[in-house]
């Protein structure tokens, strides 16, 4: 599936509780499926086995089936994709990251890595938080929404990362993070880097 095809079923995916009720109902046969990919072959990371002849039916964004799709419904808006043997996976997750050393933008990092497989991504904005403190997880979190890529942020929480070693300009405080998790701009937390400050017991690195 190419990116733009992803922003079809991913760009205005609804909430899954929201939709849990069609998503089902395409897997019983009850309501046509948004996409059906045919005859695949899927990696099956649980049992390490590559099973053929796999399909899988999606709806709202969500996969509905993995198996023998034959009973499911389409209608004129199904898409309906011939995998012709191809290897169906899932996509890959990078656990850790800083799309800033990339030197590109969110939007054009996503363009970069969907067709390779990457599908979501769990960067820490520690470099660009470091210049322009909670404001650049803030515009960090805007930024990846609408995107065909998962974003899960790992709030930085050593802002700067040894004080009084450097003076990039920002500091990030218990208050901060706590206010980047209650807003919803951040879902993780970020690399502790601050070795010193975590041995020695500063109330500020434990808080």
Not at 46 to 60: C, F, L, P, R, S
């Amino acid at each position: 599936m190419t990116v733009a095809n992803s922003e079809t079923y991913y760009h205005k995916r609804k909430a899954l509780f929201e939709v849990t009720r069609d998503i089902a109902a395409v897997a019983m046969g009850f309501l046509p499926a948004d996409l059906i990919i045919k005859n695949g072959k899927l990696i099956n990371v649980n049992t390490a086995q590559v099973q053929e002849g796999v399909d899988i039916a999606v709806k709202h964004g969500f996969i509905a089936l993995v198996g023998n799709a034959d009973h499911v419904l389409s209608d004129q808006n199904t898409e309906i994709v011939d995998a012709g043997g191809r290897y169906l996976a899932p996509g890959f997750i990078d656990s850790h990251m800083h799309v800033e050393s990339t030197m590109v933008d969110l939007r054009s990092f996503a363009a970069g890595i969907l067709p390779h497989g990457t599908t979501t991504i769990c960067p820490d904005n520690h470099e660009i938080t470091n210049v322009f403190g909670l404001k650049a997880v803030e515009l960090f979190h805007k930024a990846a929404e609408g995107l065909p890529l998962k974003v899960y942020l790992a709030m930085p929480v050593c802002v700067p990362s040894i004080p009084g070693f450097e003076d990039a300009g920002a500091t990030i405080t218990a208050e901060d993070v706590a206010k980047a998790y209650d807003e919803g701009w951040a879902q993780l937390q970020g690399e502790q880097m601050n070795f010193p400050g975590l041995i020695y017991g500063d109330p500020n690195t434990h808080a």
